[in-house]
């Protein structure tokens, strides 16, 4: 699917609520950029499974049994959520890091395009157990926006599919880019927005942000394992 669907998870004062345990916890949040106030809160594969899985891992012993004391009450809405749009069975049973928070808090920097234009291909970098059955083809992404800048976020996507992006040259590539045009899908509080993440996307820069701005999201992906959807991020 390279479609991107909205699914109303929680409202604003459950995310109200996320909020202020994220803000609790901020001891445990974790910088990821020397000069920027970016931060998660948990461990994501797209930054800690390289150069090798170790760091993941070792994220993952630490990290999950606080995600897990203080949202479990979120990932039980996430999993009724998007139970309404990928069917069932959802759970957690598997050695990845729980879906976790992006934390961006105000700078500058945050209104350029500093932010990576990708496919989410992390699936492939993790262990899985050996012989399970993996429907590789057909993978989800997903976002919860838990507070937005006054002048909102969001997420651009282009019409270029990770197989053709893939199949083509390098040529090919930057005329792939240059010929599509990006769209801007607006975050909502409290709503889940589930794509592919096989489709060529960035998180959009903000726009005239303030002191004041924070963008925390929850973020996971999804992938159909022996028989069920399991979210990690
Ligand atoms: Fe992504």
Not at 16 to 43: D, I, M
Not at 73 to 96: C, M, S, T
């Amino acid at each position: 699917m390279n479609e991107i669907f909205r699914i109303e998870a929680i409202d604003h004062s459950d995310c109200e609520r996320v909020r202020s345990t994220l803000l609790q916890l901020s001891e445990f949040w974790r910088k990821r950029n020397t000069k920027l106030p970016l931060f998660t809160l948990g461990a994501a594969t797209y930054i800690d499974s390289r150069p090798d899985l170790k760091t993941y891992y070792g994220y993952v012993k630490s990290d999950n049994p606080i995600l897990w004391e203080h949202f479990e009450w979120v990932y039980q809405r996430l999993v009724v959520a998007l139970g309404k749009y990928i069917g069932g069975p959802i759970n957690f049973d598997h050695d990845q890091a729980v879906p976790g928070f992006h934390l961006y808090r105000f700078h500058p920097a945050f209104e350029k395009n500093i932010a990576e234009i990708h496919f989410d291909r992390q699936q492939t970098r993790l262990r899985w157990p050996e012989n399970a059955e993996i429907d590789w083809s057909d993978p989800i992404s997903f976002t919860l926006p838990i507070a937005l800048p006054r002048t909102g976020g969001g997420l651009h996507t282009w019409e270029i599919d990770w197989q053709e992006f893939r199949e083509a040259g390098s040529e090919a590539r930057k005329l792939l880019i240059r010929d599509s045009s990006k769209t801007l899908h607006v975050y909502r509080l409290g709503e889940l927005v589930v794509h592919s993440g096989n489709q060529l996307h960035q998180v959009a820069p903000g726009v005239h942000l303030s002191p004041e701005d924070e963008r925390f999201t929850l973020q996971g992906h999804g992938l159909y394992c022996d028989g069920a959807w399991r979210l990690y991020w």
